[in-house]
């Protein structure tokens, strides 16, 4: 089973995670990573990690490149919400995305004021649907998500 390593974005890794990219068919599904790191640094509720394989835990200075890139949300009203996951495309189809959000369910899980795990994708993006629902994610018929006729929103049922 594939496992992974998650790190902070910091000035040694930042030009290799804003270097990642997705398949051309996958481009208007997902946020860069310029977009999202730049949404972190104006709000400190979110969280972004660069995405390693598990074999560079322990090591200072990673020995294998950086495969993905995913950021989180703890917002006031209790929800985890996982609003970016990104596998570079050299990585896609091993098993490092569902290993991702597995350990992203695990650290929003041990979260205090995390209640709730959810998280939302394009509607034509049914990777992400296939994914999120082998995942446990159910549909989140939440008020606010109306607003966003675009996106699918779904949470992790406990």
């Not at 995405?51 to 890139?69: K, T």
């Not at 009203?77 to 050299?90: A, N, P």
């Not at 189809?93 to 394009?122: D, F």
């Not at 649907?129 to 949470?155: C, M, N, R």
């Amino acid at each position: 089973m594939v496992k992974v390593h998650l790190r902070k974005i910091t000035r040694d890794n930042l030009k290799e995670c804003l270097n990642l990219q997705v398949d051309n068919s996958q481009k208007s599904l997902v946020a860069t990573n310029a977009q999202s790191l730049a949404e972190a640094y104006v709000d400190t509720n979110l969280f972004p990690f660069a995405v390693y394989d598990a074999s560079v835990c322990g090591y200072e200075q990673p020995q294998a490149p950086m495969l993905g890139f995913i950021m989180y949300e703890i917002d006031v009203g209790g929800v985890g919400f996982i609003m970016r996951l990104m596998i570079d495309y050299k990585y896609q189809r091993q098993g490092y995305g569902r290993a991702t959000m597995i350990e992203i369910i695990r650290r929003l899980k041990l979260h205090p004021n995390v209640e709730i795990i959810a998280t939302s994708y394009r509607k034509e993006n049914e990777v992400a649907a296939s994914l999120y629902q082998s995942l446990g994610f159910t549909p989140w018929d939440i008020e606010w998500a109306q607003s966003h006729p675009t996106e699918i929103y779904v949470k992790l049922e406990s």
